[in-house]
Each structure stands twice: as structure tokens, then as C-alpha cells.
């Protein structure tokens, strides 16, 4: 019989209740999402928005790098403090191959299911992709390479704070599971504000779903495999696609 996605060591802490890290220390992550979404509409709709270089872009990159990291230092400290593993956010290690394989797996349908959705809700707003969005696309190997890293990071990083922190701490505050699930997608959809108002909309469902699937599986490992091979997919052909077929 294969091994259980979540480790039985990890069963005693889902019995308990309460937030999974103080108020203040939720208030601080979302005070701190909330300013970079703030600045980050603001940098996407001034600095971004015209033909940018080369270091632009991959200071824009180290950035994300650069603010992501400390907050999941920040929320794996404040749930140490309030008793739980960093592990019980992430729902475990793959116990096997096969638990690996699984959910490369499901994170393709995901993306194939969940990309038709979000896809077919932005041909619905006509919404296309900003220039900010555009220049951001990486060009040279030193940039794709960058890319990648930061997809990585985007995989565990975002996946850690929005579907793991924020997800519990959201259903744990209002005793209802939808209501994490929804809350949490509205800060991710909020987050990424350089991108629009009309992406904002459709990332807040493809958050929604993320959510969802976080929910279902008990475990962020399948979305964490989604996010990353979503975004390092998006950024490598999505720049390919413009070089073949150029906005005007």
C-alpha cells in the first residue's frame, strides 16, 4: 500500500484550532502584501510601462526575490511560535516517487483545466497582456535563466503565503473554509496590480482555484509544481510568441 501524502506525525496539529500565527503577525503579512501591491501598480503603470533594458528587468526580477523569501522567513517564524511546523503549511514531503509523479500529474491537468478557465474569462474582458506585463518577458539566457529561478520562487514563496498562511489563517478567523479560500485570492489577485485591472480579475480566480486545489489535497506540493511550471512556461514562450508575432 502506497504511503499516505500527509505524514500521521502531522495529524495532532490539525486537531487543533485557533489562528495558525498571532494577529499581529497576520497583520504584518498583510500590511506588507497589501504596500507591495500598492507599489507595485505604480511601478507597472510608470517605470514599466515603456521599452525597458535589460538590467530593468533583471532588477525587476531580484525584487521579487528579494521581498518573497523574507516574508516566508516571517510566517515560518510566527507559526513556529504558535506551535506548528513549517511543514504542516506545505502538508508534508512526497513519501514516495510515485506521491511525485502524482502530482506532477496533477498539476498539468491543473494547468490544462485551470488555463482553459482563466483563459476563457480574459478572452471575455478582451484582456491582453500590458506593456508592463510584456517587458517584462526575459530575453537573453542570463534573463531566462533568472526567469526560471523566479518562477521557482513564485512556486513555493506565493503558494506558501496566499494557499498555505493566509488560506488557514483567513478560514480559521471566519470558521469557514470558502471564506479563506476566497479571501486569500482576492489579496493574490491584489498583488499583482502592475498587470491591470482586467488580470488582476482573472488572477484572482486562477487564485481561487489554486485555493481549491490546496483545499482538496490537503497539501500546496501539486499547486506549488503548477505555479512553477506555469510561470517558467509563460515567460519563456511568451516571449517567443512576441518575437513571432509582434504587437503593434
Known sequence: MAAPDIPSSASPSQERTGLIASGWHATVVLVAL?????????????????NISSHTRMVSYSSVLAWEWPIVAFIAWGVRRRGYRFSELIGGRWPTVGAFA????????????????VGSIRWAMQDRPNP???????ESPAEIALWVALSATAGFCEETIFRGYLQKQF????????????LQAVVFGACHGYQGVKSMVSLTVYGLLLGLLA??????????????????????AGRALLKRFPTG
Open 34 to 50: 497589501l504596500s507591495i501591491a500598492v507599489l507595485s501598480a505604480w511601478r507597472g503603470a510608470s517605470s514599466l510601462g515603456g
Open 102 to 117: 502524482r502530482d506532477i500529474g496533477i498539476a498539468l491537468l491543473f494547468i490544462l483545466g485551470a488555463g482553459l478557465l
Open 132 to 138: 508592463a506585463v510584456r517587458n517584462l518577458l526575459p
Open 171 to 182: 478560514s480559521r478567523l471566519t470558521r469557514d473554509a470558502g471564506a479563506g479560500i476566497a
Open 215 to 236: 483545499d482538496r489535497r490537503q497539501s500546496l506540493r501539486p499547486g506549488m509544481l503548477a505555479h512553477f511550471l506555469q510561470d517558467s512556461a509563460a515567460g519563456v
